[in-house]
């Protein structure tokens, strides 16, 4: 059919089947159109680096520390299985989900609270949830040493109830402590906003069904937040696994985890096939576990 | 075991600044079909959410079978609630959405079964239990709405504007079909209304709300043939206001100081309303006969309005404008527009209201 112009759309003469199809897909291409920026943008810095990913990855590294392409292996994917690769793997692996499980715990009631206030106060606990973006966060990162450091007021308090030389920073505890901080306001959004929106009229009928305020939350506010937890879940577990601020100020040479590891192929030894490796697999592994998470989750809802 | 089914007893609820229930004393019989009815905003609603246990009075009693509730949560109260919007589970099938209450009460799994199915046959959805609330028309969602109440077999049935979110005819189906229902089981029905036709065609009694007052408590025939405030009048039906002065007993003078015969309820010289239904009034031609002890009125018929099974006169009488409406029957005279006639009624059809 031919393409005909919007003028031409718009004269003046009965509708026949033809011009109404024409119509319906002009407006598609318009939809197409508003799209396109976006998706030009995905296919040039996601997309596109992911296929260099790929490549790089069946590559090998020369002893002066340059990519030879074209020697194509699977070494650098053998290498994933060493110890070391492991330990790093799985520490990261605990770290993310124990900073899940945590800002779960915490964010839940809070967003609770909040949804459940007046609209005022609501308004105002929303803002200080998002006062921290207004800081970079890497200087909020930066102030977490003063706290967590050998002369800081945390090692002051402890030392006070009597933990003798209490060591805080460079440890497992002290990315912890870094990471749950740094992620606390993402699961707090999602779960509001999933709340917020809850009928409460729902949770009066459970009870004016015999059910007791914690069967009602059980049975009617918990399932119908799932997206919430869903979504807070996700924004939090994936950044963690993959964060790179927190183990390099917070962490030691003991509690290495996976961004630090990636960068450091790339940066200090110069192994960017392992590196790409590294990186294609682990994006592969959170898509799969992602898709896997929103289909239970949707399941629930 | 009283035969009061739920009592309220000098029951307020303030909201902060706002009083929403006023002083409520009410009794409602174990059997009896009951209807709050009012305008929204006329604490309907909060009265019975007191009942159910979703709202606590400021002060006063509530007692169920002469129980006192005081503070109780709704989930220890023997009364269940059809919610206006229905308020089923999204996330539940309609058998998880009936079997709700019974799980809750921990009834074992066999009997559960047995009760869902005579609940969901009850109201006709057999066959439906395994969809979601998502899957079902409106009348089908407010049937399982009801079947999850009455699965509980509680001696008192709650129910918020439970027909409101559904079209004209199925509303009346379900009108009648509720009705029957409730004989059926022998239950109270207290049923939240704004609609006063509803009111009147299922209740035993209905109470009249208004600004948080209970005006008028009453059979549907005395709440619509003897009004008595003027509020109670207008919301009910539909009635014309002449402003009279009250002359003496039986007697209002109206502003051109004539005298007519009516229902007085106050002392003389008191300003009232006297209302008059336009079904209970009729038209005589000038120089045609009245019949002796009909109140009379002369009058310019200024609108005929023309609605199919009946007819409307817009007659004006003096200053005010009266409707009048008449059968489109045979026999029945018509008038036309420009015509002059006597209004004209029985004393015992108007009453003198204060407001």
Not at chain 1, 39 to 47: K, S
Not at chain 1, 229 to 248: D, N, Q, R
Not at chain 2, 151 to 166: K, W
Not at chain 2, 220 to 245: K, L, M, S
Request: glycine fraction near 8%.
């Amino acid at each position: 059919m031919a393409r005909r112009s919007k003028a031409a759309l718009e004269t003046a003469t009965a509708v026949t089947p033809e011009l109404e199809q024409g119509a319906t897909r002009a407006e598609s291409r318009r939809g197409f159109l508003l799209a396109l920026p976006g998706y030009a943008y995905l296919v040039i810095f996601f997309a596109v680096p992911m296929l260099i990913i790929f490549v790089y990855s069946f590559g090998t590294r020369s002893a002066t520390g340059k990519t030879i392409l074209g020697d194509w292996n699977l070494e650098s994917y053998r290498r994933l299985f060493d110890d070391f690769v492991l330990g790093v793997m799985w520490r990261s692996l605990w770290l993310a989900l124990a900073t899940t499980v945590i800002c779960l715990a915490i964010s839940y009631p809070f967003a609770y609270y909040i949804a459940t206030r007046g609209p005022r106060l609501r308004g105002l606990l929303m803002v200080l949830v998002m006062i921290p973006f207004w800081t970079n966060f890497l200087v909020r990162t930066y102030a977490w040493r003063l706290i967590l450091g050998r002369n800081g007021p945390l090692a002051a308090v402890l030392s006070f109830v009597g933990v003798d030389q209490p060591r805080l920073l460079f440890t497992n505890t002290a990315i912890l402590i870094g990471l749950v901080y740094g992620h606390l306001p993402f699961m707090v959004l999602p779960l509001y906003a999933s709340i917020e929106r809850l009928d409460w009229s729902l949770v009066e009928a459970a009870r004016d069904l015999y059910a007791n305020g914690w069967k009602a939350f059980r049975k009617v506010t918990l399932p119908l937040s799932m997206p919430g937890v869903v979504g807070g879940t996700i924004l939090t577990f994936i950044p963690s696994f993959g964060a790179y601020i927190e183990p390099e100020l917070l962490g030691g040479a003991q509690t290495m985890m996976l961004g630090s590891f990636i960068e450091n192929q790339y940066y200090a030894v110069s192994d960017w096939p392992f590196g790409s490796a590294l990186s294609f697999v682990i994006m592969a592994l959170m898509l799969a576990g992602t898709i896997l998470y929103f289909r239970r989750g949707g399941r629930t809802v | 075991m009283s035969d009061i089914a739920v009592e309220l007893t000098g029951v307020t609820k303030r909201f902060s600044e706002v009083t929403a229930v006023d002083q409520v004393d009410l009794q409602i019989g174990d059997g009896e079909f009951f209807s709050l009815l009012g305008p929204s905003g006329c604490g309907k609603t909060t009265t019975l959410r007191m009942v159910a246990g979703l709202e606590f009075p400021t002060e006063g009693s509530v007692r169920i079978y002469g129980e006192e509730m005081g503070l109780r949560p709704p989930n220890k109260r023997p009364v269940n609630t059809v919610f206006q919007s229905y308020a089923l589970f999204p996330h539940m099938t309609v058998f998880r959405n009936v079997a709700f209450g019974l799980e809750m009460q921990r009834i074992p799994k066999a009997e559960i079964a047995e009760r869902v199915k005579t609940a969901v046959e009850l109201v006709r959805l057999g066959g439906m239990e395994q969809r979601r609330p998502a899957q079902l028309s409106g009348g089908q969602q407010q049937r399982v709405a009801l079947a999850r109440a009455l699965v509980n077999q509680p001696r008192v049935l709650l129910l918020d504007e439970p027909l409101g979110a559904l079209d004209l005819k199925l509303r009346q189906a379900m009108q009648v079909e509720l009705k029957e229902l409730q004989q059926r089981l022998g239950i109270s029905f207290v049923y939240v209304t704004h609609d006063q036709e509803e009111a009147l065609t299922m209740s035993d009694r209905i109470g009249v709300m208004h600004q948080g007052k209970l005006l008028q408590v009453g059979a549907p025939e005395e709440i619509y043939e003897h009004p008595r405030t003027r509020f109670v009048a207008d919301f009910i039906g539909e009635t014309n206001f002449v402003p009279v002065t009250v002359a003496g007993e039986g007697e209002v003078r109206l502003p051109d100081g004539e005298a007519v015969r009516a229902v007085t309820h106050s002392a003389p010289g008191t300003e009232a309303s006297l209302a008059l239904r336009p079904e209970k009034l009729s038209l005589y031609r000038q120089r045609e006969d009245v019949p002796a002890g009909l109140n009379c009125l002369p009058g310019v018929v200024r609108r005929r309005v023309y609605l199919g099974s009946s007819l409307y006169y817009h007659v004006d009488v003096g200053p005010t404008t009266i409707r009048s409406r008449h059968e489109n029957a045979p026999g029945v005279p018509q008038f036309a527009e420009g015509e002059k006639v006597c209004l004209a009624w029985e004393a015992s059809a108007g009453e003198a209201l204060g407001d």
